[in-house]
């Protein structure tokens, strides 16, 4: 599976759209981009997936750019419960892939 | 529906004892996959059961192994343990095989510490 980087952290004041970037140079044509959070002490938590089309869903919206090698996935009007680690994960579907998670990112949402 | 259920959550062991940890996946869910979190090394893949099979299988030591049951039910076992073992243990359950479109689910964890 590609790597990702990530920033390590982010602030965002609440009530503001939090973007998160995620750099997946070597991403291949049949790789997906997903993202997972994982709040303090909890289990991750799927939030998006994509292959190259932007998608939204009732927690974020995720943008792909044209050649596929980054993405920023989007929270339009963070709260104070979206602060967690961000993870974004670049996976084949299909087969026995699984989810190899990397460092994320630590957004903080402050008041 | 009840989400993806482990037991117990927190747990204390010496070294060289064994441990059994249960996950009980969502209803319906037949993929059951394992995971240890340490803040060393993130969150790392350990294995995956499908009907009662493991279908896939991390790098970790012949001392971590698993199994399911035919209700989808699934426990892993830790021999030995050493103090590097102290992590959060996370299962997390699909409906279809864990490489599929199928999202994930995991569960709160066990947190294991080995003194």
């Known amino acids: 599976d590609a790597k990702t980087t990530q920033p390590p952290s982010m602030d965002c004041a609440e009530g503001r759209a939090a973007n998160l970037p995620c750099n997946h140079s070597?991403?291949?044509?049949?790789?997906?981009v997903y993202w997972y959070r994982q709040i303090h002490s909890q289990g991750p938590q799927y939030i998006i997936h994509g292959l190259k089309n932007n998608e939204t869903n009732e927690m974020a919206s995720l943008i792909i750019t044209e050649d596929r090698k980054s993405s920023t996935l989007i929270l339009p009007h963070a709260t104070l419960r979206d602060t967690a680690v961000y993870y974004c994960?670049?996976?084949?579907?299909?087969?026995?892939?699984?989810?190899?998670f990397g460092k994320g990112t630590m957004l903080l949402v402050s008041p | 529906k009840a989400g993806v259920t482990q037991t117990p959550r927190y747990l204390i062991k010496t070294r060289g004892q064994q441990v059994t940890l249960s996950c009980s996946p969502i209803?319906?869910?037949?993929?059951v996959s394992w995971y240890q979190q340490t803040p060393g090394q993130g969150l790392q893949f350990l294995f995956e059961?499908?009907?009662?099979?493991?279908?896939n299988k991390g790098n970790f030591p012949g001392r971590f192994s698993g199994r399911q049951f035919s209700n989808s039910r699934s426990e892993m076992n830790v021999s030995t343990l050493e103090l590097g073992d102290s992590a959060l243990y996370l299962c997390?359950?699909?409906?279809?095989?864990?490489?599929?479109?199928?999202?994930?689910?995991f569960g709160p964890g066990t947190r294991l510490t080995v003194l």
């Open positions: 070597t991403i291949s044509g049949n790789e997906y």
């Open positions: 994960i670049v996976r084949v579907v299909g087969g026995y892939s699984t989810l190899t």
């Open positions: 209803s319906g869910h037949r993929s």
């Open positions: 997390a359950s699909s409906e279809g095989l864990a490489g599929g479109y199928n999202e994930q689910f």
């Open positions: 059961y499908f009907s009662e099979t493991q279908r």
